[in-house]
């Protein structure tokens, strides 16, 4: 578990280094599925104070704590819900990257414009819808995590590593941690 920590620290702190984090807002994590292991920054902590250690492990299945006292991410049920709706990723990435929330915010898939973006996504990154107020208030990162799985419906996500959350901003995915940054 020391390996997955150290790599899910390293992707945060590429996050940090190419400034696409403000404050603790942001987050990157990664599964052992062997394990039913996610390794996740922890909530709270700043970019500049994190270490290895100090990344959270949870259960999978049951989102428990399995290693620490400090509490993972607030980001960490969509986390999960990805995990658990899409089989063939093992790193999530979530940050407040200002062009990307200018999209959220605005309410706009990013269409497929050129070459490079077509490289990376086959077609448009979606955007899901809002969450309703009885899901906000209920379980916001939980329903965070649905409405990105409805915007999947009759989409790869191994074939569009990405989706805008409605008013609020990316999450990305991929074959670990690294490649979700």
């Given at each position: ?58 259960d999978l299945e049951s989102g428990k704590v399995v290693d620490s006292d400090l509490n993972p991410s607030s980001d960490a049920p969509t986390h999960l ?67 990105i799985i409805e915007a999947f419906e009759g989409i790869n996500p191994v074939h569009t590593p990405a989706v805008l959350t409605r008013g609020h901003g ?12």
């Open positions: 578990m020391k390996v997955l920590k150290q790599r899910v620290y390293e992707a945060n702190m590429e996050l940090y280094r190419r400034n696409l984090v403000i404050y603790t807002w942001g987050n990157v994590s990664e599964i052992d599925r062997e394990k039913g292991i996610v390794a996740i920054k922890p909530s709270g902590v700043p970019y500049e104070k994190l270490t290895p250690d100090m990344i959270v492990l949870m819900a990805l995990y658990r709706a899409f089989k063939d990723i093992g790193g999530v990435t979530h940050t407040h990257s200002p062009y990307a929330v200018a999209w959220a915010q605005a309410g706009r898939a990013i269409p497929c414009f050129g070459t490079t973006h077509a490289d990376y996504f086959h077609g448009d990154i979606p955007l899901t819808r809002f969450l309703t107020p009885e899901e906000t208030e209920a379980a916001y990162e939980a329903n965070t995590g649905k409405v990316p999450f990305t995915w991929g074959k670990d941690g690294a490649q979700s940054v």
